[in-house]
């Protein structure tokens, strides 16, 4: 123990030292006295030890105590502070701090201002005034902002000390807040619904004294706020009576709702319901009247007597016939018109199930299904429509109705009404008319009823529609001049000046399609009197025709500028009178609009010289300084035509735009489509024929190909005609003296073997004239034609080393005889393999029996190894073969040989080839003479 005493040990040894001086010294004590002593000693040591054991008692329970009290403070549900009296918080609880979103100590010395909403900092300053005695507290509402800036609604409690300071306690009333706002809403949704009724109410207490009432009772009675009539007793303000009404009285005696009816001077009628309330207790609140204004349901129930006369007068006097059918499917209503249309008289029919009486047996099961749903809902499949049924008469005959049925509740129950029409006649006349519309409609013309007076559609057929793209209901509503291109009024008032004079009239216009497009029509109108004055049109879609009469004239014209430029290639004794020749004609004997004869010189800068034109008078800066270069700037579809070697066609020389100064220069001049022709000697291009024409989108290779040929064929004349001029007559003549005599030559072989096989004389020249045809058929070029012409005129030469017995033997040949037979494409091959033609005959000769599939002889080829012009003559081989007579057989027809070219198409002949044969005998074309 420290040397230093504590004050309390002091004391006590001081107390030690007077007692001891009082108490007697020990060593004077007897025995028995120091014995007493030491045991109160003792005693007394004991009880203090016992006191001090129940003071630490009560310390811990203090203690404990105090724990829980600062847990009861700082856990409470409600903020607690202490505020100096300049407002700094001094302490809080846990749940301060929590309610303020901040630690506890980072509120100590804040202002509590710091955390109230400014608006709100006026009410808090209210409650902590001074002058308030220090026991009154004071209490606001007000709102709190978290450090985080969240805002809630809080009752603020203050209240003074003694020391200056105050106690606040903090309550979160958002809820509460909330709660009252829903509560105020719902008494404001309350009122609105209440004063909302349509029907004047009000709440009267037992002295009949007005407590509530809605905007509709006010209303009624006129007066201009609600506190005017508040207070009032009601019969002296709404019905304006000299006491209340006897119902309320009614209503007080029994406690149940009363009910009266009462008319006012001015017309109007109400209905007044009564109805006492009582509260939890039995004793009566007060009493509700509820006043609706039932004049219109007065007036209506009159109307209705009123309908319910006319309904008997009318159904009474309808020709339809009227029934009712009730929820037990029975006719209850029974109107004269029934009687006549089904036979049946009113007492007849009333009582009996109405189905089973008229409908034919076979809807008998579809109305048991839908009968059921129909008492009990009042619908059905044929509820609320007009349908087309078959009904039966009184002697079993079946005919047509049209059925409207309407559903109806009375007295809580469905019941059926039924409007029915005998549609015999009509039916017969809707056949017929269907009859003759399915005609109308499937005419492969357009077909259209007018309004004779404003040419207004009043009918057309599908054609119609589908030619002009528009749906009936469309047409329906336009009229002529919308579809019409070329009519005017003018014109409308002569057509209906002829259609009265002669009734009828035909001519040419242009229709316009719904989706812009254009297209020319023969129109075959004729004024018609049915129920009145109609106008029928025929329109006639003549596009095609069109077509083929420009067709026809481009061709024509091309054609004649062929013939004529052939007879200038024959007249013409130079070069320049030829190119000239030809230019006329193209322009004065074709209509053209210019003609140019162009050469291309092979020089450094590849330059264009015009040689010649017709049609232009004098000399145009775009037909000169050109070049086929495809660098060069002065470019034309000439320069491509020479360039490419093929033709260049350009249609609309207004939509071009790769030649920019060719074209303003051709369109100033009035030029509007054109034709770019090569001139070849060969395979080599030495200039261009160059065709203007002013139509535009002339030279349609699509559609007008037959002037593009022709033209084209005029091209290669001239190119013939220049190169033949230019080679000289001697050698023209020593040419053709050479091909006539390999030709003869070639003649004479095929005679010679013929001459061996008399059951094949003319074979070989008949097999020449179809594979020629079906060449032609094909487009192949004149040297492949020629070609093919020789080499199916001997195709058959290697038959000479094969014994004539065999190839006349009248039966089936041996196994090596038909080797024997075989072997003569190869015999064709080795005889004329070392002779010079421009063909080559001699491989054409080798494989005209093979097979595009490797089946036949003598090599086993396949497709592209086979030459285009053996495919032909072994197509034209078998058809001739199987047409005409054979030793061993008699001929199987054409029929038979074009079946066997069908079923081997693709597989043993070429398609190309097959497809030519057949089209040329299935069109006609062509026939064995």
Not at 12 to 19: F, T, V, Y
Not at 22 to 37: F, I, V
Not at 469 to 498: A, F, K
Not at 622 to 642: C, G
Request: net charge negative; charged share 25%.
């Amino acid at each position: 123990m420290s040397e230093q005493k504590n004050p309390l040990r002091s004391k006590a040894e001081k107390i030690a030292a007077d007692n001891a001086a009082k108490t007697p010294h020990r060593d004077n004590l007897s025995p028995e006295e120091t014995a007493s002593l030491l045991h109160e000693l003792q005693v007394h040591q004991i009880e203090l030890e016992i006191q001090n054991e129940e003071l630490r008692t009560i310390q811990q329970k203090l203690q404990a105590e105090q724990e829980r009290y600062e847990d009861l403070y700082d856990l409470a549900p409600v903020g607690y502070v202490t505020l100096s009296k300049e407002g700094l918080i001094l302490e809080a609880n846990l749940r301060a701090a929590s309610l303020f979103g901040v630690t506890r100590n980072h509120l100590i010395g804040r202002p509590l201002t710091q955390f109230i909403w400014k608006e709100d900092q006026d009410n808090y300053y209210m409650c902590r005034r001074k002058e308030h005695p220090s026991s009154e507290t004071q209490s606001c509402t007000l709102r709190i902002v978290r450090n985080e800036g969240e805002v809630f609604w809080a009752q603020l409690v203050i209240m003074s000390n003694q020391d200056h300071q105050y106690r606040a306690v903090l309550y979160d009333v958002t809820e509460d807040k909330k709660q009252k706002e829903i509560i105020a809403i719902a008494q404001r949704e309350w009122t609105d619904a209440f004063d909302g009724i349509e029907d004047g109410v009000m709440l009267h207490d037992r002295d009949y004294n007005l407590i509530r009432v809605n905007k509709a009772y006010k209303d009624l009675s006129g007066a201009q706020k609600f506190k005017d009539i508040i207070g009032k007793p009601y019969y002296q303000v709404f019905p304006k009576l000299d006491a209340p009404m006897h119902t309320c009285e009614e209503s007080f005696r029994s406690g149940k709702g009363e009910e009266e009816q009462f008319a006012l001077e001015d017309g109007r009628i109400f209905k007044s319901r009564t109805y006492p309330v009582y509260d939890n207790e039995g004793e009566y609140s007060f009493s509700i009247h509820i006043f609706e204004n039932i004049t219109e349901e007065i007036k209506s129930k009159q109307l209705l007597h009123e309908s319910e006369e006319k309904f008997r007068t009318i159904t009474t006097t309808a020709q339809d016939a009227i029934l009712i059918m009730n929820d037990e499917g029975l006719i209850t209503y029974w109107n004269e018109a029934a009687e006549n249309i089904f036979g049946y008289t009113k007492e007849e029919a009333i009582g009996n199930a109405l189905h089973p009486l008229l409908a034919p047996e076979r809807f008998h099961e579809a109305h048991h299904k839908g009968f059921s749903h129909f008492i009990h809902t009042g619908e059905g499949p044929a509820i609320g429509k007009t349908l087309e049924l078959r009904a039966l008469k009184k002697d079993g005959t079946e005919f047509p109705i049209e059925l409207s049925l309407s559903a109806n509740m009375r007295e809580g129950k469905w019941e059926a009404i039924g409007i029915i029409r005998d549609i015999s006649q009509r039916k017969k006349d809707e056949a017929g008319l269907k009859m003759f519309r399915a005609l109308i409609d499937h005419s492969s013309d357009a077909i259209e009823v007018l309004d004779p007076a404003t040419f207004q559609y009043i009918d057309v057929n599908e054609t119609a529609c589908r030619a002009l793209g528009y749906t009936r209901d469309e047409l329906l509503s336009m009229n002529v001049r919308e579809i019409d291109l070329e009519i005017s009024d003018l014109q409308l008032q002569q057509l209906t000046e002829v259609l009265n004079d002669k009734g009828s009239s035909i001519f040419e216009s242009a229709h316009r399609r719904k989706d812009g497009s254009t297209f020319p029509v023969e129109i075959s109108i004729s004024s018609v009197k049915s129920d009145k004055e109609y106008n029928v049109s025929v329109v006639r879609d003549i596009t095609e025709r069109k077509q083929a009469e420009a067709s026809l004239y481009r061709s024509n014209r091309a054609l004649k500028t062929l013939s004529a430029g052939n007879m200038a290639l024959v007249c013409s004794q130079s070069e320049n009178e030829l190119l000239k020749s030809v230019t006329d004609v193209i322009v004065k004997e074709g209509g053209y609009s210019l003609a140019v004869v162009d050469y291309a010189l092979d020089n450094p800068e590849k330059t264009i010289t015009p040689m010649t034109w017709s049609g232009l008078e004098k000399e145009h800066n775009w037909i000169k300084e050109l070049s086929w270069s495809e660098t060069a700037a002065n470019q034309m579809p000439v320069s491509k035509a020479i360039r490419s070697a093929t033709t260049q066609v350009t249609r609309n020389i207004a939509a071009e735009n790769e030649y920019i100064l060719w074209r303003d220069a051709a369109i100033a001049n009035g030029y509007a489509a054109s034709i770019a022709l090569p001139l070849m000697d060969g395979d080599k291009v030495f200039g261009a024929l160059n065709i203007y024409s002013s139509e535009a989108n002339a030279f349609k290779e699509e559609e007008e190909e037959e002037e593009v040929r022709l033209l084209e064929e005029l091209a290669n004349d001239l190119s013939y005609g220049i190169i033949s001029l230019r080679k000289r007559i001697e050698h023209d003549q020593h040419t053709a003296i050479l091909r006539q005599s390999m030709e003869q030559s070639i003649e004479t072989i095929a005679a010679t073997v013929e001459a061996r096989d008399p059951y094949t004389a003319g074979h070989q020249n008949r097999v020449s004239v179809l594979a020629t045809a079906i060449a032609r058929k094909m487009n192949l070029s004149d040297t492949q034609v020629q070609g093919i012409h020789f080499a199916s005129i001997i195709h058959d030469l290697g038959k000479i080393h094969v014994p004539a017995e065999i190839l006349s033997k009248p039966g089936k040949l041996t196994p090596i005889e038909f080797m024997l037979i075989q072997s003569h494409p190869q015999e064709g091959y080795d005889i004329l393999k070392d002779v010079q033609f421009p063909w080559p005959i001699a491989d054409i000769i080798l494989q005209h029996h093979e097979k595009i599939d490797g089946s036949g002889y003598p090599q086993g080829l396949k497709g592209d190894q086979i030459l285009l012009e053996a495919k032909i003559i072994c197509v034209a081989d078998i058809v001739e073969a199987m047409s005409s007579h054979r030793p061993y057989r008699a001929a199987l027809g054409v029929e038979a040989a074009l079946n066997e070219i069908k079923q081997g198409r693709g597989t043993l002949y070429d398609a190309a080839v097959a497809d030519a044969c057949v089209e040329l005998f299935e069109e006609k074309q062509f026939d064995f003479v």
